[in-house]
């Protein structure tokens, strides 16, 4: 479960000041495949609960050192507002990262559809500190910097002139565009099964279309998780 001091879109401030909290339940196979449960609770948006997502998804390795990763998955959200637009998702990753696995770099790409259509590429680079280690307890220090690139779709008014006087005439405007520049400083502490994350994410979101310049936002996170083995 993580939670976030704060919400933001593709690192806008949508108006609304609140928090969001994302439960998720995974399973993971030593095949490759996964599957998972979530959803996200918003503080002040009505209805809270904004949507639950299930996701079947297929990971794997390439390479005798097994340094580079991909992943191919599909996830089908259903929102609580019956929103539509966007319910369903192809996705593709590919990463590289380094034998210690100290470093490493992922493209996503993902196709979203539904009653209409869209699709976004993220590009996320990581490095991997290990600040003290022992045998049922790590600390680490894992900062990372990610790009989101995604058509995006702006309507917008516009005052015309006629023989007749001004009209207001609606216009939309579709834009393939960086949209945001994300960079986290998280601390994980992991002990035994438990796994602990604190960190301060910065967003530096990129004007496009009929924006503004856009002002810098931030916010805090706090994720808590635990993994056992089926097996046992």
Known sequence: ??????????????????????????????????????????????????????????????????????????????????????????????????????????????YLFGTDQSYQFVSNSFANFTLTRKPNFAIRFRPNISFIIARQTFFFTRTIRTPNGPRFIDFTQNVFDLLNTQISFPISITSNSWDFELGYNLNLPNAVGTETDLNTTGFFNLSVGYMFDLSK
């Not at 503080?43 to 097994?66: A, C, H, I, R």
């Not at 991909?70 to 539509?84: A, E, H, K, V």
């Open 1 to 110: 479960v993580s939670y976030n001091s704060n919400t933001y879109f593709s690192g806008r401030d949508s108006g609304t000041d609140q928090f969001n909290i994302i439960p998720q339940i995974s399973y993971y196979h030593s095949s490759g495949f996964n599957a998972s449960i979530s959803g996200i609770y918003y503080e002040n948006f009505d209805p809270s609960w904004d949507f639950t997502s299930v996701s079947l998804g297929y990971f794997n390795t390439l390479g005798k050192q097994k340094n580079i990763i991909y992943n191919l998955g599909y996830t089908r959200f259903f929102y609580s507002d019956g929103y539509d637009d966007f319910t369903n998702s192809l996705d593709i990753s590919l990463g590289i990262r380094n034998k210690k696995r100290t470093f490493g770099s992922t493209v996503s790409a993902s």
